[in-house]
């Protein structure tokens, strides 16, 4: 990205950020709510320390275009969470999960800032976390859901460029620019992680955890911290989300290539014992934590069964699901949880960007078959890939038997990214150019 376009960027980003703040000043004028007092003194602030951050990261020589692409990513994502804002509170009338976490912290907001915190650990489900992590969030900010939804939005962003970074750790041949692009401005990347919820938390820390990962695959330090902290933050509100990913990143430290020497076997064998290790005492106590008596395969099988079927009742958006139950049923699965709906099944206008979007990713998805013809050979060589395809794979499976399209939308925007590493993958002259390099690094060494 030339100078000349990093600045442009930066100038449209200035403009968008400022049409905002300058929108949400005109209704202030308007109104007395502390919704829109509160957002017209925190949204500053927050983009503010957004802008501070990004500048921060975008120093790197070999990335002096990033600086640019997270200005406008930042500016899509406040608009994204206007966007939110407004589909929840006008277009349904409040009738959203995001309601339900406001009104809880909105009661609870004013005694914590008295330093009266009461409420017990254990028992608690997801949902319930959900509404003590708002209340936090506004016992700074105060009990405005506009300031909120920036609050959260901002979270995911910074979710979505740790898995940037991951990206850039982990497959360093891989087309990082083509990467950024799409899991910073990707249509459900935007829209579904930019409100008060779930899913705005659980990508910040999926990008904690993609990082660590890849750092622990490429024996960089702060890797084991990064994947505790990200296992802790997912468990929270889903811990199957955090079994799914640690049982990826097993699977690809069993598969990932090593020396002949027999410190590398000793290595590779140290580093599977870690995870294992690590998972057992992560899942079994977040088991003990939520109150879940069984945490083994057969019972998570049992409790995504029958999350898939809730997920089938009621609401325009459902349709007859097909689990994979045989090898026949994978294809379907594949499809539907990836691409569907697709634009003949659309009734409104959230599902038909979902839609198109779908098309989207597969019309990328055949353009990129010369890189995915050597996708055995990049797994081979790179242990990242083998954990975003596992993952992909086993959140497929999981998540097959969800027959809404708007509860699907949700949940599959925190495996995208792994999915969108495909997309992104080295040629084969970048393979076999880190061939030769990595030959002539291990002559040298000799």
């Known amino acids: 990205m030339s100078p000349t376009t990093l600045r442009v960027g930066t100038v449209v980003a200035a403009v968008l950020a400022g049409a905002v703040l300058a929108a949400t000043f005109a209704l202030v004028l308007a109104s007395e709510s502390y ?44 608009a994204a969470a206007m966007v939110r804002y407004y589909v929840a509170y006008v277009v ?18 004013d005694q914590w800032r008295q330093g009266i915190v009461t409420w017990e ?94 750092r622990f695959f490429t024996r ?25 990913l640690f049982a990826a990143l097993a699977v690809a430290q069993l598969f990932r290539p090593t020396s002949k020497q027999s410190t590398g076997v000793l290595s590779k064998a140290a580093g599977l014992v870690v995870l294992v290790t690590a998972g057992f005492i992560l899942t079994t ?55 569907r709906p697709f634009p003949w099944e659309a009734n409104n206008v959230q599902m038909l960007v979902q839609a198109l979007e779908g098309l989207l990713l597969v019309v990328l998805l055949a353009r990129a078959w010369p890189r995915l013809r050597h996708l055995f050979a990049v797994m081979k060589r790179t242990p990242y890939v083998t954990f975003a395809m596992v993952y992909t794979a086993s959140f497929i499976w999981a998540f097959s038997g969800f027959g809404n399209f708007g509860i699907l939308a949700r949940q599959r925007v925190l495996m995208l990214p ?26 040298a060494r000799r």
């Open 92 to 109: 349904y009338g409040g009738q959203a999960d995001a309601q339900r976490y406001n009104l809880y912290a909105a009661g609870q907001y």
């Open 35 to 78: 919704n829109l007092w509160g957002a017209l003194i925190t949204v500053p602030v927050v983009v503010a320390i957004n802008a501070v951050l990004i500048w921060r990261v975008s120093r790197r020589g070999d990335e002096r275009w990033l600086a640019g692409v997270l200005g406008l990513a930042l500016a899509a994502k406040l």
């Open 220 to 244: 960089q330090g702060g890797a084991v911290a990064l994947l505790v902290v990200g296992a802790a933050g997912m468990t929270l509100l889903r811990p199957h989300l955090a079994v799914l």
């Open 285 to 339: 106590q977040s088991a003990s934590f939520l109150g879940i008596d069984d945490f083994s395969w057969q019972a998570v099988s049992e409790s995504v069964d029958a999350a898939s079927t809730q997920a089938s009742e009621g609401g325009g958006s459902a349709f007859e699901a097909a689990p994979i139950q045989s090898p026949a049923d994978i294809p379907a699965a594949v499809a539907t949880v990836l691409f």
């Open 418 to 443: 792994f999915f969108l590493v495909l997309l992104a993958l080295p040629t084969l002259e970048q393979l076999r150019e880190r061939t030769r390099s990595d030959a002539e690094l291990l002559d």
């Open 121 to 214: 650990w254990g028992g608690k489900q997801g949902t319930q976390y959900m509404e003590l992590i708002t209340t936090a969030v506004y016992t700074v900010v105060g009990p405005s859901p506009i300031a909120g939804f920036v609050v959260f939005g901002s979270l995911a962003f910074w979710g979505q460029y740790l898995l940037f970074r991951a990206f850039r750790v982990g497959v360093p041949d891989g087309d990082a620019r083509r990467y950024a692009l799409l899991v910073l401005f990707l249509p459900s990347m935007l829209y579904w992680p930019a409100s008060i919820g779930k899913e705005s938390w659980l990508m910040l820390f999926v990008g904690v955890t993609a990082l660590g990962a890849a």
